[in-house]
């Protein structure tokens, strides 16, 4: 096969050379980092990944391929993607196709031969920042031109992702076994993971787009409300804040994870700031 030559590109100007890996083309996002041995498919394809590029740190990435199981959603939801060693060929009976091919299909630009251990150790002292993958013919331009676009892309500061990332339409999950009580929740970015546990304990769930009123949950009687994990800056949630401010005066039992958790701080009138990496 030809080699196709990519590079990432950080806005700080730190620049590594590498191959295509998946579709070719550009890809713009902030760069962040996933310490994961295992389990690349569930990272890629959780929505609290929307607009960043994830650089693996563990250097063998593919070796199992990709199923139909493992998915925390839809679609791979990866600003774009950065491995060190690809695997040449798939091993697990479970494999439907291979990483490359499932990148590919979903258009999503990744990165190979990237050192991605110093990649992570220079995000670890410097931050996470914006930063672009280009390869093919975006990889022609010179490295200032790459630098000044990577400059121009989107900040993840101030940016509110949950629209994106929401279910379009209610819906709703029976419970497993014996009944023990109804879930109502705002889905600004869910794992389909979270579901699945949740229905498994006897929980009936019923998912809700992120914009929806405090009205809408409370008219389904819920025993709790919960507001899941999602990509994006807290401080650019007011109206999901609002909704939970109203849910915590009907005394209803409310609980969180990551992003939705991060709310309840701002909901009973504290702050948020953006972590290191």
């Known amino acids: 096969d030809s080699v196709t030559n990519a590079v990432l590109v950080l806005e700080d100007g730190q620049v590594f050379q590498g191959t295509a890996y998946g579709a070719t083309g550009a890809a713009f996002g902030e760069a962040v980092f ?49 491995v060190r060693d690809p695997a040449r060929r798939v091993s697990n009976w479970r494999a439907t196709t291979s990483l490359d091919d499932a990148l590919s299909a979903q258009e999503v ?44 892309a989107a900040q993840m500061k101030g940016l509110s992702l949950s629209d994106q990332v929401t279910t379009a339409e209610p819906f709703t999950v029976p419970h497993q076994g014996d009944y023990v009580g109804r879930v109502a929740i705002i889905d600004l970015g869910i794992k389909a993971s979270t579901i699945e546990h949740m229905a498994a304990r006897g929980l009936e769930v019923k998912v809700f787009p992120a914009k929806t009123d405090a009205q809408t949950l ?3 009687h819920p025993d709790a409300v919960f507001f899941s994990n999602g990509p994006g800056d807290p401080e650019a ?38 972590l290191t990496f």
């Open 34 to 82: 996933s310490t994961g041995m295992t389990g690349y498919q569930e990272t890629i394809t959780d929505p609290s990944y929307c607009g960043q590029i994830v650089i693996q740190t563990a250097p063998h990435i593919g070796n199992t391929g990709w199923n139909d199981e493992d998915d925390e959603s839809a679609q791979i939801w990866v600003a774009g993607y950065v």
């Open 109 to 152: 630009v990744g990165i190979s031969g990237v050192d991605t251990r110093a990649l992570t150790r220079h995000l670890r002292s410097a931050g996470s920042m914006r930063a672009g993958i280009f390869s093919g013919e975006a990889a022609s331009a010179s490295t200032d031109e790459l630098l000044a676009v990577v400059k121009s």
């Open 218 to 220: 409370l008219e389904n």
């Open 237 to 274: 949630s007011d109206g999901q804040v609002a909704v939970l401010r109203q849910i915590l005066t009907h005394k209803v039992p409310f609980f969180g994870i990551c992003f939705g958790n991060q709310l309840l701080g701002r909901a009973l009138g504290f702050d948020t700031y953006k």
